[in-house]
């Protein structure tokens, strides 16, 4: 518990910036017209498939007994590739919409 604390106590501007961003997305995402919701979804494709391959670059240099550095690298690279993923899903269900029958 006490690693935790320093971890926070050091890197508070870093918790803050992220703390941010997040909110900044959520009100960007959120005054996106519906129409550009499918174009939105393949950028963030992209960057979440940068996200991925930016964790596994991380996890690559971690320290192997750092399970807390690992455990947050694994969970980066499931959670961005779930969204990879369903981005692509609901994408090709989007364009499936399009096709003539």
Do not use: C, Q, W
Request: no cysteine; hydrophobic share 55%; net charge negative.
């Amino acid at each position: 518990m006490n690693e935790l604390l320093d971890f926070f106590g050091t890197n508070r501007e870093m918790i803050y910036f992220i703390v941010l961003s997040i909110f900044v997305g959520v009100e960007v995402i959120g005054g996106v017209p519906t129409v550009l919701h499918t174009p939105l979804m393949s950028g963030a494709n992209a960057i979440h498939g940068v996200v991925v391959v930016g964790a596994i670059y991380v996890m690559l240099s971690v320290d192997p007994t750092d399970y807390l550095a690992l455990g947050l690298g694994f969970l980066a690279v499931v959670l961005g590739t779930l969204n990879v993923v369903g981005g692509f899903v609901v994408t090709d269900r989007m364009l499936d919409m399009f096709k003539k029958k």
